[in-house]
């Protein structure tokens, strides 16, 4: 079968005309003497660029212009492969060697200036004759310049309100309750919009349709008007088709002016209900000249939207969005069986009926397909067997009715993100991945465009991952409870991807696959052919396990940008990984490795290197600080590892994640962290054998995360902490010990979020309680401080009291502990003691107080309206508990108390 491969040249040849444009490049091509050649690809790739939109989209019926457009992809790749050459020769000479023009580097093979110049010019020349070949067949295709805009397709699905009830399943739970939110919710405003959300061939349709025929909804609503919505949302149409449902004549003028005239008067005074059916529209202000315009109702009026987009509901909806489930299996089965049974006695047929079972379980709760599905089944035309045992994609290629539903969503992407949905292909079915993860390998690959302004290419690549995750493309992993922020792709989803990927891509699902193409650029195949496809960018095979990797086959392949060789069982790295000039992205993590290969430092143009759970190593490369352009070092869980070298500091201006969590013989950091002046993440959990951390950690001002939970060894944090002014996330804040830190640091540190355990032991300086500004932490949820009592029974009492309690908590521990915890003398924080404190604390939602010794009377706690848990302990001097205290306990789920004294 014949992939439809729907071209996204576009996002592929415009980061290659904006190297060329760039004044890096410009550099580049005058200290190679490629300018002209280099000119002449930019300018041939700007006047192709200016008809791909159009190509892209006549691709999917034309096999010319796909075959002109896998041409002019091939050369693009060629031309960044080329580019990227040019920067890491340039970058290997800067290390210092050879200095450029030596005699030395004249007659030495690998570094001889001049040949290395030559072969580039021969490649280019190459790459510029196929290039002008690429350019002179566009003009066969007639295609047209400019910002093509995605027009309105007329075999587009035309919807309408009349509905089989019969042949709706498993809805009636979603049904009562978007009933009950049209006719109950919001009826103080004018205008209430309630959207309904989910993928393509879910039913958002069908349960609007059901809804809208209700005969609650019949009588309390009139008029019910019905409009599937244009793809371009186009105001006029819209509404021409509102007047037509209203008064049943085509309005027959096309002025905007008239047309909203008439429908006001249709609907003035009325209470109305409006269904926009399939909504792709996501510019707010054209669906602010629609509400606009139908803002004339009575009270109570509705508007119900279908679609598939997240960020649709967010723009239009009042109420929170609805969001459509997959369904049930058995109703899945009745949908299928309906179809599939039409001329058959299911009872005498149980064989057909286990396959019939087979196949639904296929649909993973998706109607659309069941229904196709099942009219396959049900026209013989077909073997069960054969629909049984078919891939998803097959399937689609019988059924134009299931395409729309996916291929449709794929279309209208913008062309950056359909790399990144095609990508994912490269994954098996059901793999589960984590954000990080997928939004690391996109960048790594180029797919992220470079944004204006400072945004990082991190938070560009977060924001296509949440896009893709609002219009269904990915679902959270809710399985999942060791890993909340986990994600996978629905079966019919990868499918698709695997579906759309095309000839760039050999996948495991595609088994006929020719290794020897050149085409090909990403692979998820473990082959020792695999040498033979010479620009491949990607390989990912991830868990392995006890399968041979064919690592001769892989280190032949100098253009691979991402390698992903995880939970592999490798036992040692061949040092011929250094060849891999191209690597950006190299993920060993869940090896039995015990050393990395010095050749790994060769690396220059490595971004991201993982080796977590790596157990077995002992030790990394000394001269890890020439990887220069290295931003990302996860070395969790390498729990043999009990040092690093001081030449990771070198890596200055580049590293931006040192991930150390469980290094559990890891017993100091270098004592120049501090030149790492932009790593923003510093992960030291469980690290239980650190014992100190070094002075120059307090100059790394870029730092938002500095996690040193469960250090065990752990007494103090360097003073100068209170720099870190962007930190972020600082889950322990320990104040005082030798050489430590003054509680008054936390005073500037205003943007930590979500939790904070604040230990004090008795080597704080107490006058420095009220100085910590905890009121002002307001992105603060959950808050502990824990106390450590002295040895003395005559140390002061702790001024809690003059302690600020961040208002918007939903948490609060205090524990005053210590091997004399009885002569701690400790009293509630004082704004826990006013009258108006149950309705300044209104989220609180649990509250531990342990050790308060000297507490005479508990504040009114019963009172908090979100509380569920309350534990109280060792109140030694509780002397009165009014009654009132045990009636207003009655709504907290939960309560504990122990050793509270004598209580009168």
């Known amino acids: 079968m014949a992939s439809i491969a729907i071209a996204a040249s576009a996002a592929l040849v415009k980061p290659v005309i904006e190297k060329l444009s760039g004044k890096l490049w410009k550099d580049m091509s005058l200290f190679w003497k490629l300018d002209k050649e280099c000119d002449k690809t930019k300018n041939m790739l700007k006047i192709i660029s200016k008809v791909l939109e159009d190509a892209d989209k006549k691709s999917i019926t034309d096999d010319l212009i796909r075959h002109w457009l896998s041409q002019l992809q091939d050369v693009a790749y060629d031309v960044d492969d080329l580019l990227d050459d040019l920067q890491i020769e340039k970058q290997r000479r800067s290390k210092g060697k050879f200095p450029v023009g030596a005699v030395r580097d004249f007659f030495s093979t690998d570094n001889n200036q001049v040949k290395f110049r030559d072969k580039m010019v021969k490649k280019i020349k190459k790459i510029n004759k196929r290039l002008d070949k690429v350019l002179e067949e566009r003009r066969n295709f007639q295609l047209v310049e400019g910002n093509v805009l995605m027009e309105e397709d007329n075999t587009e699905r035309e919807t309408f309100s009349a509905v089989d009830e019969s042949d709706v399943y498993g809805r009636k739970k979603e049904k009562v309750i978007i ?32 809804v809208c025929n209700d005969r609650e909804i019949k009588k309390y609503f009139h008029p ?112 299928f069986k309906k179809r599939a049974f039409r001329n058959v006695n299911e009872e005498e047929n149980v064989s057909l009926v286990n396959i019939g079972k087979e196949i639904v379980t296929k649909c993973n709760g998706l109607p659309l397909a069941a229904k196709h599905l099942g009219n396959l089944a049900g026209s013989r035309e077909v073997d069960w067997c054969t629909i049984r045992d078919s891939d998803i994609w097959q399937m689609t290629e019988y059924y134009s009715g299931i395409k729309p539903s996916l291929v449709l969503s794929y279309f209208y992407l913008p062309s950056h993100l359909k790399r990144c949905f095609a990508y994912c292909s490269l994954f098996p079915k059901g793999f589960k991945f984590q954000k990080e993860y997928l939004t690391q390998l996109w960048i790594c690959e180029g797919f992220i465009p470079k944004s204006e302004g400072p945004k ?16 269904s493309f990915f679902e959270e ?110 993920n060993l993590s869940r090896n039995y490795l015990e050393i990395v290969p010095d050749s790994v430092t060769a690396l220059l143009s490595l971004n991201v290197l993982n080796l977590s759970g790596c157990e077995d190593l002992k030790e990394i490369p000394t001269n890890f600080g020439d990887l220069k352009n290295l931003e990302l070092l996860n070395l969790s869980v390498c ?37 790492l002046e932009n790593l923003e993440v510093l992960n030291l959990w469980a690290c239980c ?85 905890l009121g002002a932490k307001q992105y603060l949820k959950y808050l502990k401080i824990h106390m450590l009592s002295a040895s003395d029974e005559d140390f002061i009492k702790h001024p809690v009291g003059s302690l600020q309690v961040p208002h918007h908590l939903e948490s609060l521990w205090l524990r005053y502990s210590g091997f004399d915890a009885p002569y701690l003398r400790c009293d509630l924080p004082s704004s826990l003691r006013t009258m108006d404190f149950p309705f300044m604390y209104t989220k609180l939602i649990d509250v531990h107080l342990d050790g308060l010794n000297e507490c005479e009377c508990f504040p009114q706690f019963g009172r908090l309206p979100q509380l569920k848990v309350l534990h109280l302990s060792l109140y030694f001097s509780i002397t009165k508990i009014k009654e009132q205290f045990f009636w207003d306990l009655w709504h907290i789920s939960s309560i504990g108390a122990v050793r509270t004294g004598s209580i009168i």
């Open 456 to 471: 990082h290419l991190e938070s560009t690549a977060n924001s296509c991952f949440d896009l893709l995750l609002s219009r």
């Open 689 to 773: 054998r650190l014992e100190k951390l070094p002075t120059s950690l307090c100059r790394l001002r870029n730092l938002r995360c500095l996690d040193l939970s469960h250090c065990s060894e752990l007494v103090s944090i360097p003073k100068g902490i209170g720099k870190l002014t962007k930190l972020e996330r600082l889950p322990i804040f320990i104040a005082g010990g030798d050489e430590g830190c003054s509680i008054s640091e936390l005073h500037q540190l205003n943007f930590i979020k979500n939790d904070l355990l604040l230990v004090i032991n008795e080597k704080c300086d107490l006058q420095d309680f009220g100085s910590a500004n």
């Open 224 to 335: 019910i008007v019905w409009v599937h919505v244009p793809m371009n949302f186009e105001l006029s149409k819209i509404l021409d088709k509102m007047i037509e449902c209203i008064s049943g004549n085509n309005c027959g003028v096309s002025h905007i002016e008239t047309q909203q005239k008439n429908l006001r008067s249709m609907i003035n005074g009325t209470r109305f209900l409006v269904i926009l059916d399939d909504v792709w529209n996501e510019d707010a202000a054209k669906w602010d000249k629609l509400n606009t315009i139908l803002t004339c109702g009575m009270v109570g009026s509705k508007i119900l939207v279908t679609t598939r987009s997240e960020k649709v509901a967010m723009i239009m909806g009042t109420f929170d969005q609805f969001r459509v489930g997959i369904l049930e299996f058995q109703y899945c089965w009745e949908l």
């Open 477 to 586: 992993n809710r399985e999942s409870i060791f890993q909340p922020d986990e994600y996978k792709m629905h079966d019919l989803i990868h499918e698709l991807a695997c579906y759309i990927a095309g000839d760039e891509f050999i996948l495991k699902s595609k088994s006929k696959n020719k290794l020897s193409a050149m085409s090909f650029r990403y692979s998820s195949v473990n082959s020792n052919d695999i040498s033979q496809i010479k620009k491949l960018r990607s390989i990912l095979l991830p868990d392995l396990g006890n399968v041979e990797v064919k690592l001769d086959s892989i280190m032949q392949l100098q253009y691979l940008r991402v390698l992903d060789l995880s939970n592999c069982w490798i036992k040692e790295l061949p040092s011929s990984i250094g060849n891999l000039r191209h690597l950006k992205y190299l």
């Open 639 to 675: 729990m043999s590892l009990n040092k690093l070298p001081m030449s990771l500091c070198r890596l200055s201006t580049s590293l931006k994640v040192l991930n150390l969590t469980c290094c559990k013989y890891l017993k100091e950091i270098p004592t120049s962290i501090g030149d």
């Open 179 to 210: 009933i009950n939110h049209l006719i109950h919710g919001q009826n103080d405003k004018t205008l209430s919009v309630l959207p309904i959300v989910g993928m393509g061939g879910i039913g958002k349709t069908t349960l609007a349709q059901v």
